[in-house]
């Protein structure tokens, strides 16, 4: 492992009387989990999350301990729906990767993605391109082209529904999940308008359960009860 990483901390809690446990995710590394003293001086001032750091992790166990913890930039400013949706990627990143594979790609995507939500850029296209680069990360990746049963590419005027363990597949029914014109916008990253984003958006939840299990995302419920 590189001594020093680029990283951001997905999530913290309390951890003995003076630190914290720590999941983390860096760039050379991917995820880690770690115990970060509090009452460390650290150059920057106070940690926060959604804030790019420099760190080492130290031990050879699944929990590594974190030294020269630093801040390589500021926080980002993230409010209402910017703020839940950050939340939502830290979540299903702690619960859904792998231990200490590096995953760089994906790393300067969620460090873009958060940047462009601290900009206001609108968060559902955002998180379900975040979503289809987890899967593809993770080996699930979707694939929009492909009737899963003929193997034949989807056609426009044909409507599909979709199984996670099985892809997409043609159906006569009218009621089918969705149109092969959308799959199509999907194959090419429109997760903008209207219908591919609503598609985009339920298929997205149907790949991820499978992975995420029964337990409810935490991130969710708290957007929920914020509407409510």
Known sequence: ???LLHAFFLHTRP???????????????????GVF??????????????QP????????GE??????????????????????????LNEVLTRLLPREEAQTALFLMYADTLGR??????????????????????????DFLHDSDSGEPVLAQCRY???PERGFYATGSARALVAGSVLLQLAEGNFHD??????????????LARLLGSRPLKSRELFLSSRS
């Not at 750091?53 to 050879?60: C, K, P, Q, R, T």
């Not at 939500?117 to 699930?140: I, M, N, S, T």
């Not at 591919?196 to 997205?204: E, V, W």
């Open 1 to 3: 492992m590189p001594s």
């Open 15 to 33: 951890y003995r009387e003076t630190s914290l446990l720590v999941d983390v995710f860096a760039a050379e590394a991917g995820r880690l989990t």
């Open 37 to 50: 003293r509090r009452g460390r001086r650290n150059k920057g001032g106070q940690l926060q999350l959604f």
């Open 53 to 60: 750091l420099i760190l080492e992790a130290v031990g050879v």
């Open 63 to 88: 929990l590594k301990t974190l030294r020269q913890v630093e801040v390589a930039g500021a926080a980002l400013m993230l409010e209402g729906p910017a703020l839940f949706s950050a939340f939502y």
């Open 117 to 142: 939500l601290a900009e206001h850029d609108q968060p559902a296209p955002l998180l379900r391109a975040f979503e289809c680069k987890l899967l593809e990360v993770l080996g699930y990746a979707v």
């Open 161 to 163: 529904d979709f199984h």
């Open 194 to 207: 209207p219908e591919p984003a609503k598609a985009a958006k339920q298929i997205n939840r149907l790949a």
